[in-house]
């Protein structure tokens, strides 16, 4: 009797072992196949612990180990490749960012952040077009004006390339170098007036041979304009009709003078009367 109750006793514990195993070996599974890895782990070494000679609990133990430290080595890699894609984004090299940020996406296919960043920096590059774009529109625009001498229009066009990329050195010389043109020409300008105005006043005057150096010197400072070439003109010519009428008035005094002292006084008188002609006053 005593036997048998032994025997049912042992028979049970071998049952409840059995049954225990057998629990924890279904746990193990459903955490391994859930990869919650952890929790599989202990379930598997509780079923070691309760038949320590079973090899399918030890090998599902290798197995974790393996696929843990290939999940190690796998989230270092993506994050030294994220680590490096962000370094080359935060330093808006885009282009280098993107193929990181792809790498990563290859190592962790089901991560949401390396698309994200990808599409950013894609409409990065594309803001960054059309930024260099404009810019060179205006510089060549400026270029262009200032070729032709259109300085306002030109130094519209490089302010408003300095706006776009104010770190460029091109378009703030031009600036500087049309400004001084401008500011030249405004000088000269001025000159110019000044010495107009006072030729004209002179011209007015009819004091030709004083107004022409005044004229001279507007055509110096703008040898484009007509306007004092044409003054000069008109006063050589007024000064030769001058000269010539001097020397026709003079010549009639000297033949009037002339016939007076030969008491040739009809004569005389009718040239008188020509040199009076000529210069009443």
Excluded: H
């Excluded at 490096?84 to 990563?104: G, M, V």
């Excluded at 060549?140 to 070729?147: E, I, P, Q, R």
């Excluded at 055509?219 to 484009?224: C, D, Q, T, V």
Aim: hydrophobic fraction near 35%; glycine fraction near 2%.
């Amino acid at each position: 009797k005593d036997r048998i109750a032994e025997i049912d006793k042992l028979f049970l514990e071998l049952q409840n072992k059995e049954q225990s195993f057998a629990q924890y070996i279904k746990d193990g599974d459903t955490w391994f196949n859930d990869k919650l890895y952890t929790q599989a782990l202990s379930s598997y070494n509780n079923a070691i612990k309760v038949k320590p000679s079973e090899a399918y609990p030890k090998s599902q133990i290798e197995l974790i180990n393996t696929l843990i430290a290939e999940q190690k080595k796998l989230d270092f890699g993506y994050a030294a490749v994220i680590a490096s894609a962000d370094k080359l984004f935060s330093a808006a090299n885009y282009t280098t960012a993107i193929a990181d940020y792809r790498k990563a996406l290859e190592l962790k296919p089901a991560e949401t952040y390396p698309s994200e960043k990808i599409t950013e920096a894609e409409t990065k590059i594309a803001e960054l077009k059309a930024i260099q774009e404009s810019y060179e529109k205006a510089v060549a625009d400026g270029d262009k004006y200032l070729a032709d001498k259109d300085y306002e229009n030109s130094l519209t066009s490089y302010k408003s390339a300095a706006g776009i990329k104010p770190t460029e050195a091109y378009p703030k010389q031009k600036i500087t170098e049309i400004q001084a043109i401008l500011d030249k020409d405004k000088a000269e300008s001025q000159r110019y007036q000044e010495a107009i105005a006072q030729a004209d006043k002179l011209f007015s005057e009819q004091k030709y041979q004083s107004s022409l150096e005044p004229y001279q010197r507007a055509s110096g400072i703008k040898p484009a304009e007509s306007y004092p070439k044409d003054q000069i003109s008109k006063i050589n010519q007024r000064i030769a009709e001058q000269k010539k009428l001097e020397e026709d008035y003079q010549k009639l005094i000297d033949d009037a003078d002339a016939q007076f002292k030969a008491a040739k006084y009809a004569d005389a008188r009718g040239l008188y009367s020509n040199a009076w002609a000529l210069k009443p006053a």
